[in-house]
């Protein structure tokens, strides 16, 4: 197994996460207001792209994202947010308790992140008219159908009543399968956030490691002519878990 990363450049790695995001915060309340939809776009992918960089994660896309998709992937950390966008655009949907995070919670709310309030119907219902919308204007949707995150090396059920949306729109359905890979190039749960783990804890996990690899499939869009929710969602999560699974023996 590869070798913790020494004290010293931990903490210096966290040192400069803190700066980056200051540095977002500051893109958010002084550029935001003034870009187009095109540059914010920009800002969102760079910085994703640093932020992995200074985390010591490079990622390694398989398949092409389709313009204004639903993209339904598996969920292993927080940080599975900022790899889909180092490579595409995507409005995605969190858990209402994301918002109450400290400037993470802040930052996602000002980029767009549509936050989903479990066991309210009325809110439900608003949130699928939400999404119709976004889609049918061509702006990709991200979601976690598993509801909650992993270890990485397993899946949960998908729950499918979010997709209905990408079905009443007519938008293309992807699956997108996330990956974590060490230095040495074996499968790892070193960026997994999950159980009891706190934030801080997950961060120092991840910056513990000399090298992470962050692996993504993406499928050709999935047919969604005559076939209803439920069935859209187990051969999305098929899909998935085959991809999950292919290199754990």
Sequence with gaps: MPRPVPRPIRALRLALLAL???TGL???VLRFPFADAATRALLRRRWSQRLLALCGIEVERHGEFAAGALLALNHVSWIDVFVVLSQTDA?????????RW?????LAARNGTIFLRRGSRGHAAALARELVSHLRQGQ????FPEGTTTDGLSLHPFHAALLQPAIDAGAPVQAVAIRYYDASGRRT????FYGQMTL???LWRIVSEPRLRARIDVSLPFSIHGIDRK??????????RERVQEDLA
């Design 91 to 99: 409005t995605f949907i969190a858990k209402a308790e994301v918002r």
């Design 140 to 143: 990709s949707v991200a979601l």
């Design 231 to 240: 069935a859209l969602g187990r051969a999305l999560e098929a899909w998935i």
């Design 26 to 28: 500051a893109t958010i």
């Design 200 to 202: 801080m804890q997950s």
């Design 189 to 192: 749960t070193a960026a997994a």
């Design 20 to 22: 980056h995001l200051a």
């Design 102 to 106: 400290p400037l993470i919670g802040w």
